[in-house]
């Protein structure tokens, strides 16, 4: 619980620095994504470290009451959005299709409804925001929790399994390097010249060669390029207003973090059903091997002897 408020805590900082609306409301705010990833690693016993470093934000950034109000909102977003995926059958791994449609729809766009709209409520009641901006803050609200539910969670726990190699080769290594540099030029070259589409080729590369390792963090510097152009209101944000910007963001970013967990977990799937396919056609050739030609028994009684499927 200490570790996740500590964790949580320097992300709201970080997400703070992104605030747009009288600066307490960020188009990028990486704690939900904190802590759902604690949530489903850990299991719903800590969420007290949640409130435990939500409690001080807030505070600086609304009085007393309304800041406890909001802290439980900050708590309740990620515990929702946990009951919705463990409802789900949502697995760590994150390698069936089913897992990362959960995280996107039920995860993200379903479970910061509770925030944003508990936190944007009192906001207003509070008078941090004039009543005629209230969507405006709702908006900015939402995709700020969707984005880090989208690009931190898929980050955190593709971390929590990364075994790194012994030896890794150079032009593995390489290949990542040269990744991560192409997916941070793409993205300053795609906001400056109107053309954000050209990340998707780079998102696809990195889920073929490297699955959610390569597709995560280029995800997270596209979106995080993306949202510093949203927040100037440059590139293809230019002209107009918070009320438009942000579902243009939201969008953008929602179908550019899709397509690199749907690939990567394709991807994924694949190497797994073709290892499958190998450990059982190799399980066949040491069983055929170990049988009489002269006393060859059925096929029947040699799957029932070596416990092989039916099929």
């Not at 705010?29 to 850990?42: D, E």
């Not at 405006?136 to 995709?143: F, N, R, Y």
């Not at 040269?178 to 780079?202: C, W």
Request: overall charge neutral; charged content about 15%.
């Amino acid at each position: 619980m200490l570790a996740l408020a500590a964790v949580w805590y320097v992300a709201a900082r970080l997400g703070l620095l992104a605030g747009t609306i009288n600066g307490n409301v960020s188009p990028f705010w990486p704690p939900t994504g904190v802590s759902l990833a604690a949530l489903v690693i850990f299991g719903g016993r800590v969420w007290p470290g949640i409130t435990l470093a939500a409690i001080p934000i807030e505070l600086t950034l609304l009085p007393a009451a309304p800041a406890l109000m909001s802290a439980a909102g900050d708590t309740l977003a990620p515990v929702c959005a946990y009951l919705l995926l463990r409802r789900a059958g949502f697995r760590l791994e994150l390698d069936r299709l089913k897992d990362a449609l959960a995280l996107v729809f039920l995860g993200a766009f379903a479970g910061m409804l509770v925030s944003a709209t508990l936190g944007t409520v009192i906001r207003l009641v509070a008078s941090e925001i004039p009543a005629g901006g209230f969507w405006s803050a709702w908006l900015v609200w939402w995709t700020g929790d969707v984005m880090g539910v989208l690009v931190v969670v898929p980050l955190l726990l593709t971390l929590r399994t990364l075994h790194l190699p012994r030896s890794v080769s150079c032009r593995r290594g390489a290949e990542y390097t040269v990744l991560l540099t192409a997916s941070s030029v793409v993205a300053v070259l795609g906001v400056h010249y109107d053309a954000l589409y050209l990340a998707f080729p780079i998102i696809v590369w990195a889920a073929l060669r490297f699955q959610l390792t390569g597709a995560a963090p280029c995800a997270l510097i596209v979106s995080v390029v993306t949202i510093d152009a949203a927040i100037r209101g440059s590139g293809p944000f230019a002209g107009q207003d918070l009320l438009m910007r942000m579902p243009s963001l939201q969008i953008y970013n929602g179908a550019l973090v899709l397509t690199a967990l749907l690939m990567a977990v394709i991807i994924r799937d694949r190497d797994r059903s073709r290892f499958e396919v190998d450990r059982t056609i190799t399980r066949l050739t040491e069983v055929i091997d170990h049988i009489d030609g002269a006393d060859r028994p059925t096929l029947k009684q040699v799957a029932k002897d070596h416990d092989l499927d039916r099929d």
